[in-house]
């Protein structure tokens, strides 16, 4: 502030009502002092000028500050969000909330907004840290002033910028269900993607299948299905050519009227496994990627990076992963039971 005030050619605290756009301050001294502190490469700290505010209001209220979680989908499809990310949501908030945040939804959907529109809302809401939800795909894209805020992505379908993520390890994830299918005797395993939810997560499913394929002996692999759009007539011809014990895949609530329509029953025949098994997915065993947990994740993140005023695309984006969980289900056979010897 000194310097700013030294450059400036007034006080400090001219300085700090200036930044703080105060109507007593004329718009010529506040342009000089803006562009003294451009110069001078200073940065507001967002917490520390929210908890000056506090103290100034004489409130005996404890500071929330506000952070986006910025999604975007139709209208009509926001019982769909909440199917899919309720549960993101829910954990990123009970997170914020436990750390004196509130969490306020931004839906960026509407084709007038534009990115300098979407950014002067953010900032009119005081709003300094973003949380941006998973996007259809990675066709899609979020524009607004990046450098006016701390930014956490969950996923990888934004992949137009450099920024910090939290997400799902899919690789591990994968890894985890194969384990529990060779476990029960398969051998033969088979993923089913669409193209674009391969992308979403940057083919680190296919990347998984592919390594685990390498190491299985050449009468067992099973190439990985990749569809531009799900539909039973390319999965029949797969499945009758390569014959797979287990699929695994997404959103697979029709595979086994497809399995169906071949003469197979689920799991007798063949076993279904979901590699992102949600609460809607009842009696399908898979991974449960635990959304609340890397929605409290996002948070924590972004909490870290605004106590820092990293602001900003970064250089070098962080990324954190966690682990999912593996849930038991009526469309993969029991694990044999071992039988005590008779002595």
Not at 110 to 131: A, F, K, M, N
Not at 293 to 305: E, F, K, P, S, T
Request: proline content about 5%; overall charge positive; glycine content about 8%.
């Amino acid at each position: 502030m000194r310097d700013i005030a030294q450059r400036a050619g007034v006080h400090a605290s001219t300085v700090s009502r200036a930044l703080r756009n105060d109507p007593r301050i004329t718009e010529t001294q506040r342009v000089t002092i803006r562009r003294a502190a451009q110069e001078l490469g200073y940065r507001s700290n967002p917490l520390i000028a929210a908890l000056m505010t506090a103290r100034r209001s004489r409130s005996g209220h404890t500071y929330k500050a506000t952070l986006g979680f910025l999604k975007k989908h139709p209208t009509d499809r926001t019982a769909w969000f909440g199917r899919n990310y309720g549960q993101l949501l829910a954990g990123a908030r009970a997170r914020a909330l436990a750390q004196g945040y509130h969490l306020e939804e931004f839906n960026l959907e509407d084709p007038q907004l534009t990115p300098r529109r979407i950014t002067e809302i953010l900032q009119h809401r005081g709003v300094q840290g973003l949380l941006v939800a998973p996007l259809h795909s990675i066709q899609d894209s979020i524009e607004l002033d990046w450098s006016q805020f701390c930014t956490v992505a969950v996923g990888y379908s934004l992949n137009q910028v450099p920024i910090c993520r939290v997400a799902h390890n899919h690789f591990s994830g994968f890894i985890l269900a194969v384990k529990e299918c060779r476990s029960r005797g398969h051998r033969r395993l088979g993923l089913v993607l669409q193209e674009r939810v391969a992308e979403k997560v940057g083919k680190r499913w296919v990347g998984a299948a592919l390594l685990d394929q390498a190491a299985q002996p050449a009468a067992d692999r099973v190439p990985p299905l990749l569809l531009d759009h799900w539909n039973e007539a390319d999965f029949t011809v797969w499945f009758n050519t390569h014959k797979p014990e287990i699929i695994l895949g997404v959103n697979l609530a029709e595979v086994p009227r497809w399995l169906a329509r071949l003469g197979k029953r689920v799991p007798q025949d063949v076993g279904v496994v979901s590699l992102d098994r949600r609460a809607g997915d009842r009696g399908i065993a898979g991974i449960d990627q635990d959304y609340a947990h890397v929605g409290g994740n996002a948070v924590d993140l972004l909490i870290g990076m605004l106590q820092r005023n990293e602001r900003g695309l970064p250089e070098k984006p962080s990324v954190v992963l966690s682990d999912g969980t593996w849930i038991n289900g009526r469309s993969l056979r029991p694990k044999a039971q071992t039988r005590p010897r008779k002595r």
